[in-house]
């Protein structure tokens, strides 16, 4: 079993609908959590940050965190064109720095 | 501007040949990392440096190397040995916390081909 699964998609939306991305881990050391957006032929870009379990909020993005059933999400709501590009899941499991162990990403594609 | 540099965008690699990708940040992060990306593959760990003049492999370091001798610089060497290195790598660098994880912050990326 791998220590992150990410349904790689792709993934297609109309513009306006709530889009939700999903990984599943095997590691329960994992604390920290992060959701990356990356735009074609780009680096990805930090969106969302979550540490332990919970969710969090900004602006049409919310993560959420089940630590008991290894799950974590990421909603985007009034889904844009603009949000079109493939969304990567990582987590790290200590406070002391490691290296990130990302999803292979899942491609969202939203249509206007 | 702070941020991360990697240069060139494009490279363009002869069988047999070892090219240096070129990473820069100004951040003043302590770690930095080099991931590879492969399509349907995510992204894989090549090598990462925690502290200037000292680097670990990641999960795919055979056919690479790295040196870290200055806190903002980490170039990886690209050499003869890898078999398949056609590729789009990803440099990244981040805080080194005792108290939080502060992810990534990446580069925009060198795509190489081999010809």
């Known amino acids: 079993q791998k220590e992150v699964e990410q349904d790689p998609g792709p993934l297609s939306v109309p513009e306006g609908a709530i889009v939700s991305l999903n990984c599943t881990y095997s590691?329960?050391?994992?604390?920290?959590f992060m959701w990356y957006r990356q735009y074609s032929r780009k680096g990805p870009e930090l969106l969302m940050y979550t540490y332990s379990s919970g969710n969090k909020e900004d602006g049409r993005f919310t993560a959420q965190v089940d630590k008991s059933s290894k799950y974590i999400s990421l909603f985007i709501r009034d889904s844009q064109p603009s949000d079109s590009a493939t969304y990567l899941c990582?987590?790290?499991?200590?406070?002391?720095?490691?290296?990130?162990?990302f999803g292979k990403g899942t491609t969202l594609s939203v249509s206007s | 501007d702070g941020g991360i540099t990697q240069s060139p965008k494009y490279l363009f690699r002869k069988e047999g040949q070892n090219v240096t990708l070129s990473c820069e940040q100004n951040?003043?992060?302590?770690?930095m990392y080099w991931y590879r990306q492969d399509p349907g593959q995510g992204l894989r760990l090549i090598y990462y440096?925690?502290?200037?003049?000292?680097?670990q492999k990641g999960d795919i370091a055979e056919g690479y190397s790295v040196s870290r001798e200055k806190k903002e610089s980490f170039p990886l060497t690209v050499t003869s040995a890898q078999k398949n290195p056609t590729a789009f790598y990803l440099c990244a660098s981040s805080i080194m916390s005792g108290v939080s994880n502060y992810g990534y912050t990446f580069g925009s990326g060198t795509r190489l081909t081999v010809v």
């Open positions: 440096s925690q502290i200037v003049n000292d680097f």
């Open positions: 990582a987590m790290s499991p200590s406070m002391i720095q490691n290296a990130l162990i």
């Open positions: 951040l003043n992060h302590d770690a």
């Open positions: 590691n329960s050391a994992f604390q920290y």
